[in-house]
């Protein structure tokens, strides 16, 4: 299985980005999904999780400001982050939720900075 995450990249607050993680050797349809974050010296949280029928949660950091989909006949999962912040700063990983460690990638850096 691999995950790969792309994406990322410096905006500033304010802005937008979307970041995409495609699957290979993985059919996304039977996991639930989701996208965590890591700042360094902290442990990864989880940000947003979709279920397999499509339910959304989030964490309250980003709700309303960011937006998980689920492509599943193309194994992809989006993150839409709209107004984002410098505490949005991290390295964004997807994996299925409850996480798998055999299935982390090597994520994709967001800076949020002026």
Same mark, same amino acid.
């Given at each position: 299985?691999?995950?790969?995450?792309?994406?990322?990249?410096?905006?500033?607050?304010? *802005?937008?980005? +979307?970041?995409?993680?495609?699957?290979? /050797?993985?059919? !996304?349809?039977?996991?639930?999904? @989701?996208? %965590?974050?890591?700042?360094?010296?902290?442990?990864?949280?989880?940000?947003?999780?979709?279920?397999?029928? *499509?339910?959304? +949660?989030?964490?309250?950091?980003?709700? /309303?400001?960011? !937006?998980?989909?689920?492509?599943? @006949?193309? %194994?992809?999962?989006?993150?839409?982050?709209?107004?984002?912040?410098?505490?949005?700063?991290?390295?964004?990983?997807?994996? +299925?939720?409850?996480?798998?460690?055999?299935?982390?990638?090597?994520?994709?850096?967001?800076?949020?900075?002026?």
């Amino acid at each position: 299985v691999r995950l790969v995450e792309s994406g990322g990249g410096l905006v500033q607050p304010g *802005g937008s980005l +979307t970041l995409s993680c495609v699957g290979s /050797g993985i059919v !996304t349809e039977i996991y639930a999904m @989701a996208w %965590y974050r890591q700042t360094p010296g902290n442990q990864r949280e989880l940000v947003a999780r979709i279920g397999r029928s *499509g339910t959304t +949660t989030y964490a309250d950091s980003v709700q /309303g400001r960011f !937006t998980i989909s689920r492509n599943d @006949a193309t %194994y992809t999962v989006y993150l839409q982050m709209n107004s984002l912040k410098p505490a949005d700063t991290a390295v964004y990983y997807c994996n +299925t939720e409850p996480a798998r460690f055999a299935f982390w990638g090597q994520g994709t850096q967001v800076t949020v900075s002026s």
